[in-house]
């Protein structure tokens, strides 16, 4: 089993930043990949960026250029720097971490309000 928990959510002005954390515990020898997830009001999960063991990076086009994600694997950590954040990026951000055939482990989530 894989821990996550997510810090760093809140509320912004359209136009700002925001900086979510999340750290992993458990079996973190098993995560081979991860990530972070987005549900808005209304509408169906959707991945906003992934980061593999060995550094390969993926974006939703909807946020590419003004998110960033990254990991520190000496703290069992990954980041998701978050930019211009805009109205449409309110949602709830969760924390996901793969390992392998098991179930990918999902955080509690955290809010991410952008006023416009």
């Known amino acids: 089993q894989v821990q996550l928990v997510e810090s760093g959510g809140g509320l912004v002005q359209a136009g700002g930043s925001l900086r979510l954390s999340c750290v992993a515990s458990?079996?973190?020898?098993?995560?081979?990949?991860m990530g972070w997830y987005r549900q808005a009001p209304g509408k169906q999960r959707e991945l906003v960026a992934s980061?593999?063991?060995?550094?390969?990076?993926n974006y939703a086009d909807s946020v590419k250029g003004r998110f960033t994600i990254s990991r520190d694997n000496a703290k069992n950590a990954v980041y998701l720097q978050m930019n211009s954040l805009q109205y449409e990026d309110t949602a709830v951000y969760y924390c996901?971490?793969?390992?392998?055939?098991?179930?990918?482990?999902w955080g509690q989530g955290t809010q991410v309000t952008v006023s416009s």
């Open positions: 996901t971490a793969d390992r392998g055939w098991r179930p990918r482990s």
């Open positions: 458990g079996s973190i020898f098993s995560i081979s990949a």
């Open positions: 980061i593999t063991n060995g550094g390969s990076i």
